[in-house]
């Protein structure tokens, strides 16, 4: 079965920095895409960043550029999610999704795969 862990997540001050990772199992998806979303409390998920392992290419989103930085390891089927200077709006649930495909408009709906998520506190 396909299985896809977050780790890395936890409480950290403002201005901190995280660093997660999601670890893929039963698939490979290096043809395809992995991505993270998040989604605070009461908030619909939001897409954060992803990387297009065919294309070699990495996005994230205008609210977390400059801060945060996404890359991976193909060959280990695992995408990182740097984070710093983290504000107290970053509080969510983090999610990693994982596509076989090339994922085109960085929807929630085109990922097939989710893990279960980590959560990321920040503090003031």
């Known amino acids: 079965q396909v299985q896809l862990v977050e780790s890395g997540g936890g409480l950290v001050q403002a201005g901190g920095s995280l660093r997660l990772s999601c670890a893929a199992s039963?698939?490979?998806?290096?043809?395809?895409?992995m991505g993270w979303f998040r989604q605070a409390p009461g908030k619909e998920r939001e897409f954060v960043a992803d990387?297009?392992?065919?294309?070699?290419?990495?996005y994230v989103a205008d609210f977390v550029k400059g801060r945060f930085t996404i890359s991976g390891d193909n060959a280990k089927n695992t995408a990182y999610l740097q984070m710093n200077s983290l504000k107290p709006e970053d509080t969510a649930v983090y999610y990693c999704?994982?596509?076989?495909?090339?994922?085109?408009?960085?929807?929630?709906?085109?990922?097939?795969?989710w893990g279960q998520g980590t959560q990321v506190t920040v503090s003031s």
């Open positions: 999704a994982a596509s076989e495909r090339y994922v085109y408009r960085r929807s929630p709906n085109d990922y097939a795969y």
């Open positions: 039963g698939r490979t998806f290096s043809t395809g895409t």
């Open positions: 990387i297009r392992w065919s294309a070699g290419s990495t």
